[in-house]
């Protein structure tokens, strides 16, 4: 029997663990030749896929499972290993399981590293909903409790993961990346489907402006974490903003056409100098609690591949294993361990 897993919205996605193993894994974007693809709801194209080429039939399927994001959809049930929710598959309903964003990002980078006893961190713009351990419900959401807020996360990999630590909104370092560039004028978020992750621009445009640096940054470290430079970055209405300083001092959003100046290869440096600093300084913290002889590293900020090889180089670790599949695409594989695991 099979157990699939499922990822809704962007980097849509699904894939197949049967007897423990990965069989199967597919993001949307290869059918709809739409980079980041959005796809939801019974039309899933990867699903269909993964499903028309593998032979799986709805029969064969033990159990599917997706997340949770902002809130814990009303159609949701709960049982003793958590909240259930059905997707029909032609004329099966399939018992669906609810998984944290996190915890599947964790999931995935742990099962297909083939490594025991590690360290995981997650990190991203922001994952699940939840209220003191529990997801946020669609009544909850829909009465003002705040919607996707985990960013960080720390698990500990060993026959299975459990969660460590986790730091919510203000505290994303995925956001932050995309801040800055959005104001480079690499990024679309124009609208929730028809989105631009060009982040790896910004890491490319970095070491061009280590001859301006001059000691600035963006992030200040403390001893629970860290936080943004009010002088440059505030927090308001859920979000993260550029103050009038940082447009005084660096100069307004680049628009695509206008041309790079120094200014902006600074401040591209400093975003990715404050990154390699801010997750250096939280995994070495982490570790230092709980000691683990590997590192695993997953979420859309570990797409940052300057990042992964400076940790690869400078931690103490035995392994340093990135997901390359960091981000969300990478949740059905995730979801599909995590079914398997709660059959």
């Not at 990965?22 to 039309?43: I, Q």
């Not at 902002?70 to 929710?85: E, H, I, K, N, Q």
């Not at 009010?230 to 056409?257: A, C, H």
Request: proline share 3%; glycine share 10%; hydrophobic share 40%.
């Amino acid at each position: 029997m099979y157990h699939i897993g499922l990822n809704f919205s962007h980097n849509s996605s699904a894939a197949a663990v049967c007897d423990g193993k990965l069989v199967f894994a597919v993001a949307g974007e290869r059918m709809s030749r739409v980079k980041y693809f959005f796809d939801s709801g019974d039309a899933h194209k990867s699903l269909h896929y993964l499903l028309s080429k593998s032979g799986i039939s709805p029969a064969e399927i033990a159990g599917m499972a997706v997340n949770y994001g902002a809130y814990l959809p009303s159609v949701a049930r709960r049982d003793g290993d958590g909240f259930l929710l059905d997707y029909k598959l032609g004329s099966r309903q399939i018992p669906t399981r609810l998984f944290n964003h996190h915890l599947s990002h964790a999931a995935a980078v742990y099962h297909t590293s083939g490594l025991a006893d590690c360290l995981i961190m997650v990190s991203d713009a922001r994952g699940s909903a939840e209220l003191g351990g529990y997801p946020v419900t669609e009544a909850d959401w829909l009465h003002g409790s705040r919607g996707q807020e985990e960013t960080i996360s720390f698990y500990h990999g060993k026959k299975g993961v459990s969660l460590l630590n986790r730091m919510v909104f203000p505290h994303s370092l995925g956001e932050f990346y995309s801040l800055i560039t959005a104001w480079l004028g690499f990024n679309s978020h124009n609208h929730p489907h028809d989105v631009e992750f060009n982040e790896g621009k910004t890491m490319g445009l970095a070491p061009y402006g280590a001859g301006f640096y001059k000691g600035e940054t963006f992030i200040f470290l403390e001893k629970e974490g860290f936080s943004f430079n009010p002088e440059y970055i505030r927090v308001k209405d859920d979000s993260l903003f550029l103050t009038d300083l940082f447009l005084y001092t660096f100069g307004s959003y680049r628009q695509q056409n206008e041309p790079l100046n120094s200014q902006h290869q600074l401040a591209a440096f400093i975003a990715q100098n404050d990154l390699e600093k801010t997750v250096h300084y939280l995994i070495e913290s982490q570790a230092f609690k709980n000691p683990a002889e590997n590192l695993l590293l997953s979420g859309g900020t570990f797409h940052n591949s300057v990042l992964n090889g400076k940790l690869k180089s400078s931690t103490f670790f035995k392994n340093v294993f990135a997901m390359p599949a960091a981000d969300d695409s990478g949740l059905a594989i995730g979801n599909a361990f995590l079914s398997y695991l709660s059959r």
